[in-house]
Nanobody, 115 residues
């Protein structure tokens, strides 16, 4: 069982940047898809960005050009660089991984964008 632990959340002003990091307890090289989801109060959890083992990435439209996802198989980490943050980016952000037989979730980290 792989455990995922997020870090890097916090309070930032609109237009600012944060970098979230997800550390896996074991190798992520067998996990094909890894991504970041977010959930704001009263809303459903939504996929923000995903990355395949091949390096192929996808982003939801509202973060394209502002967020960048990356994965490092040597460090077993998946990062989300978030720039030009907006108040509507405020949410709990969750790291996620899925392989053929398993799904993994982190505990979440709060991101608050406010002046």
């Amino acid at each position: 069982q792989v455990q995922l632990v997020e870090s890097g959340g916090g309070l930032v002003q609109p237009g600012g940047s944060l970098r979230l990091s997800c550390a896996a307890s074991s190798s992520i090289n067998m996990i094909n898809f890894m991504g970041w989801y977010r959930q704001a109060p009263g809303t459903q959890r939504e996929l923000v960005a995903g990355i395949l083992r091949s390096g192929t990435t996808n982003y939801r439209d509202s973060v394209k050009g502002r967020f960048t996802i990356s994965r490092d198989g040597a460090k077993n980490t998946v990062d989300l660089q978030m720039n030009s943050l907006k108040p509507e980016d405020t949410a709990v952000y969750y790291c996620y991984g899925s392989s053929r037989a398993n799904q993994y979730w982190g505990q979440g980290t709060q991101v608050t964008v406010s002046s």
